[in-house]
């Protein structure tokens, strides 16, 4: 009696042991009761009754990723290149993941699979080159849509690398090295344009500035000229001789000035000079004294 009371206490032991559900964080259990459906144990401790009902399907209910293994696409413009990226998801209904679909992750990978090669053969190269965001999120709202049926919900699609044939890199890389140079030159020789503008406005106005100082200069000669001639009509001879005697005086200057002469030899009325002088000094004491 007393062997048959311990094993009623063990059976009943194991029944309720088996009853007992430790569900991890980040999954759902799901209950069936003879093979149906029932309800979903959460995280935590979770009970069931033994035989009559059972643990169903584990469901992770954390984001997860799949990987795109390369893909051969043909574009637009008869480019074949090689095309990977991964795609993550998360099950926010563990009933449907479980019962509506037979291997979710294989249908998701392969239903990403086959509109990568949709999207991306409407696509020219350069496009798909430079338009990985929006591939990504084409891909995304087709995916997402045909999923949510199966209590998923795609979160991103991320197109990690295309890698189009060697040859046509080659091609790219040659047209990128022409392009470059193009545009050095364009800049070089838009350089050169701006610098010889310059250099012409340059002359042009140094050019300006001594026609501009020749005419005063000329002008101031015409004057002087004007205002010696007239000093000699009023019977003035001192002005004449103040007029020789600057021009006297700027030849010698220009002949001391000269890099290949050394020695001047003077074979000159010196006292010609002087009285010429001398008449300078009258004139500026009768000019004095006129004002």
Known sequence: MTAFALAFLVFIGTIIFMGIKMVPQGYNYTVERFGRYVYTLQPGLGLIIPIIYRVGRKVNMMEQVLDILPQQVITADNANVNIDGVVFYQVFDPAKASYEITNLQTAILNLVMTNLRSVCGALELDHLLSKRDEIGTRILSIVDEATSAWGVKVLRVEIKDIEPPAELVRAMNLQMTAERQKRAQITEAEGKKQSQILEAEGAKSAAFLRSEAREREALAEAKATQMVSQAVAQGDVQALNYFVAQKYVEALGKFADSSQQ???????????????????NELWKAMKDKT
């Open 262 to 280: 050394k020695t001047i030899f003077m074979p000159l009325d010196t006292s010609g000079l002087m009285g010429s002088i001398g008449s300078i």
